[in-house]
């Protein structure tokens, strides 16, 4: 069955430092990767995507993300967070072919940012 | 200029009531989805139109029901709402069917009394 998984429901970090979600698909192919960020009271909102090439991917707000096929990982990273990082993060996956193509969804990622 | 608006950003009623909600996108694309989110943040997408086309129609009760008069209106009007049908509902929007990208409106947040 195709799926996201997201594993960490909520993660806390200070302010400045690193962050990881992460994000594991089951798939039949390779799908194409997303991942968005929902601020409070928002709506949803593109970081970036992953559909060939370079496996690492660079993203708005200073966010990348990993492609790893051996895992069927999609990992998304910031080197420094800030406050306004505080979110809700979403992974999910489409399909790379046919017309009518739907987004799996992960659970999502509560990221709560300490001063 | 928001590029894709939701009306009304909050709904309060009754069960039994029947209410719409309307979407609109200015960012001239053809493909227009909605979705709703659960209190637990789970997305599941409902109904997706292109060019004024249903092309997904998801396991959803008949009283939901979506209307697109044009390729940049998409609403959704509920009959005999139930408590269950509270919840966040997005509309969203892409530029073709592909749907590689979806622009997202703020959500109507529905609340059944």
């Known amino acids: 069955a195709q799926s996201v998984t997201q594993p960490d429901i909520h993660i806390t970090v200070s302010e400045g430092a690193s962050l990881e979600l992460r994000c594991n698909y089951s798939?039949?192919?390779?799908?194409?990767l997303f991942w968005y960020v929902q601020s409070p009271g928002q709506g949803l909102q593109l970081l970036l995507k992953y559909f060939s090439g370079d496996t690492l991917v660079q993203g708005i707000k200073g966010f990348e993300a990993e492609f790893k096929r051996s895992q069927s990982s999609f990992n998304l990273r910031k080197p420094s967070v800030h406050w306004s990082d505080a979110a809700e993060y979403f992974c999910?996956?489409?399909?790379?072919?046919?017309?009518?193509?739907?987004?799996?969804w992960g659970l999502g990622t509560s990221l709560a940012v300490n001063p | 200029d928001t590029a894709v608006s939701q009306t009304p950003k909050y709904l309060v009623t009754q069960m039994g009531n029947d209410k719409s909600i309307k979407c609109e996108q200015n960012?001239?694309?053809?493909?227009m989805y909605w979705y709703k989110q659960d209190s637990k943040k789970f997305l599941k997408i409902m109904f997706s139109y292109n060019n004024k086309e249903l092309i997904i129609n998801e396991t959803v009760p008949n009283r939901f029901s979506p209307k697109s008069p044009d390729k940049a209106h998409l609403n959704l009007h509920i009959n005999s709402l139930e408590l269950g049908d509270s919840a966040v509902y997005f509309c969203?929007?892409?530029?073709?069917?592909?749907?590689?990208?979806?622009?997202f409106g703020q959500g109507t947040r529905l609340t059944v009394v």
């Open positions: 798939y039949g192919a390779t799908p194409y």
């Open positions: 960012l001239g694309h053809d493909t």
């Open positions: 969203a929007s892409s530029k073709d069917r592909a749907g590689t990208e979806a622009f």
């Open positions: 999910a996956v489409g399909p790379r072919a046919g017309n009518n193509r739907k987004l799996i």
